[in-house]
């Protein structure tokens, strides 16, 4: 379970560019949940997801994972809870080095590293079976350089690389948005079964309304650094791309601003 | 002419010496992508370690460890520097740079120091290149192997992920700016051990031994890939071939010399020949990506 109690963090304080990204937030994420999270540009999405992975330090409040506090806990040491997709399909993954080799770091995601080899016996075969879900043929190249991927076939290793650790929470921040809308939906489907299969809790931020309506079983919307809509269940599957357009600028009094998100 | 061929075997040697700093190069530049000058400095600081060591009456081969524990400490000065202090690596070289001058004189007591081979019980000296040789493949082939080895682990691993993507490292939770102290450290005392190999060879150990050092070694690993990337992409074979290219650096320069250039241009030369190799890739790219225009293919709007 996360709580994010109060957090706030503002960027360039004191400057004339100073942008309270995230305005007194509270959060709670239950056990197992899938929450979908949308907002206009610059709400504050992905500033929540840096807050919680620790890029950096709020500026006051209080971030709990299963109970601990991990507000000050240095990035690399929150990875042990946390799986991370980003937006760029580049991001998750070592281009220089082989889909094994990445799958095997990840499965020692927050583990010491020993001067053990990287692959250990039996390894391979336990790749093997999770690549071959995938359905892109990879598990066919498990010693190719992740560089001579595709982008969709990038995202789709980080995704299994995020979740093959059983991480505490997941983290999805746009991670279909850089995607051909046809590998955007195959990724999309794999989340979601990863997700099912597993029960993992997950954050994911969206550009697209119809997804974040559409997975899940949560949707919160952010503008300016906080919470304006939270709706779940029933109201959550009824909910239609104009609800959430007019319910944005009721609460925000102002138009939705991000053409990406109305238009796909 | 036979003046020629008489110093091929010397040459083949240096090649082999200069090989294990142009491995040293080959871990920060290709493998962490860090840039990292202070070889320059470890590379003399490896032999006033090792001379000092060796004239007190210390073993050899413990004189030999001594120097790499040097190069190992200096490199992990600059990735404090880099890390802790957040200065950029490459000026956190220039700095760890400066610093081993003056401790090399110190340790050295004066610039220039003699070891020869008459007097001390020298592991390699340019009077006998047969056993330079030997001794110069036996250490390439343990340096080799042994870096083969490391990057093959798990910690091993975790630096090259370092060096190729950060943030997934981090992700991953992999402290990168460990892996990184990890990775400057180690290429430095290999850097070290290098020195230490040279000032036997050369029979002195001199303060200004280590200037433009980095540009031998970057040549070594810029000659090396180009030699070997087409032939396998296996990181054994990429790591030799730093000591093809090292060899092959120190034949041209002899033949050079034998042609009867100015000695006085051969740094330039030197650096020139690391231009054009650093260069190429990118200028091919430019121009192909000119040349695809001019077809009027390939346009993404």
Redesign the interface.
Known sequence: MLELINVTKTFHKGSIDEKIALNQLNFTLRDGEFVTVIGSNGAGKSTMQNAICGSWLPDSGKILLDGTDITLLPEHRRAKYLGRVYQDPMMGTAANMQIEENLALAARRGKKKSLLPLIRKGEREQYVKLLSRLGLGLENRLSAKVGTLSGGQRQALTLLMATMQHPNLLLLDEHTAALDPKTAAKVMELTESLVHENNISTLMITHNMKDAIRYGDRLIMLHAGKIILDVSGEEKKNLTVPDLLAKFSEAAGEEFAGDKAILS | MLNYLSALPGAVAQGLIWGLMGLGVFITYKVLDIADLTVDGTLCTGAAVFSVAMIAGVNPWISLILAILSGLAAGALTGVFHICLGIPAILAGILTQMIPWSVNLKILGKPNVSISFRTYPVLLSLSNPPRAILVGVLFAAGVIAMLYW?F???????V??T???P??????????NMTKILGLSLSNGIVALSGALLCQYQGFTDINMGRGAVVTGLAAVVIGSAIVNKLSLNFAVKLAGVFFGAILYFLVYQTVIFIGLDSDLLKMLSALVVTVFLGTPYVKKELSKAGSIRKGGNSRA
């Open positions: 490391f093959g682990t798990e910690l091993g691993a975790s090259r992920a060096g190729s993507n943030v997934m490292c981090r992700a991953q939770g992999i402290n990168t």
